[in-house]
């Protein structure tokens, strides 16, 4: 079956150390890829996608993901976290022309120290 | 600009009722979606739809009714509430089926 494993379950750091996210997916076909924060009290919202083209793509507020298609990866990157990263962070994938249908990964909630 | 919204926010109802969650949205999207959240396994996909009048489960869609009779709308039915069914649960909407906007979510209490 399709589906999505995030390496970790609750990351904590302190500001301005680096991030890094893993998420590894198992299909072995075409994908899209996703990652999405969830702010504490707001909505789902997209980070950064990767549907073709330069594997290393970049997202808003300075985060980064780098698809690496012989590891079924899509890990998240940022330099240099700051408080307000504190959330929780969904890695997802579609199967190209399959209408979009999202699976997710577990989550990962990051606590960034001030 | 209302973008996409939820109602009821939270909703606490007794097993075997029926409860409908409600979604609309007011960008005309021609995708929409339902997920529900549970602790230690993400957002999993109920049914969705890629336009009115066309809908398709997701993958745990038992137990869920769903409808697009406009595009702006698409409810979610539990037809006969379980405490299983005790979640957070999601409406997502997008022009393409790809990038989804999210919903505020519902919290839905099964006693």
């Known amino acids: 079956a399709q589906s999505v494993s995030q390496h970790n379950h609750h990351v904590i750091l302190s500001e301005a150390a680096s991030l890094e996210l893993g998420c590894n997916y198992s299909?072995?076909?075409?994908?899209?890829l996703f990652w999405y924060v969830q702010y504490p009290g707001q909505h789902l919202q997209l980070l950064l996608k990767?549907?073709?083209?330069?594997?290393l793509v970049k997202g808003i507020k300075g985060f980064e993901a780098e698809f690496i298609k012989s590891k079924f990866s899509f890990n998240l990157r940022k330099p240099s976290v700051q408080w307000s990263d504190t959330a929780e962070y969904f890695c997802a994938f579609s199967i190209y022309n399959q209408g979009g249908k999202l699976i997710f990964g577990q989550g990962t909630e990051l606590s960034v120290k001030p | 600009d209302a973008g996409i919204t939820q109602s009821p926010r939270y909703k606490i109802t007794e097993t075997g009722r029926q409860v409908t969650l409600m979604c609309h949205q007011t960008w005309s999207h021609s995708y929409m979606f339902w997920y529900r959240q549970d602790l230690g396994h993400g957002l999993r996909l109920i049914y969705y739809?890629?336009?009115?009048?066309?809908?398709d489960k997701g993958e745990v869609p038992d137990g869920y009714v769903v409808s697009r009779s406009k595009t702006e709308n698409f409810p979610l039915t539990l037809e006969s509430a379980t405490r299983s069914q005790t979640s957070v649960y999601f409406c997502?909407?997008?022009?393409?089926?790809?990038?989804?906007?999210f919903g505020p979510g519902t919290r839905l209490t099964v006693t």
């Open positions: 299909y072995g076909g075409t994908v899209n």
């Open positions: 997502a909407s997008s022009w393409d089926g790809y990038e989804q906007y």
């Open positions: 739809s890629a336009a009115a009048d066309i809908t």
């Open positions: 990767y549907f073709s083209g330069d594997p």
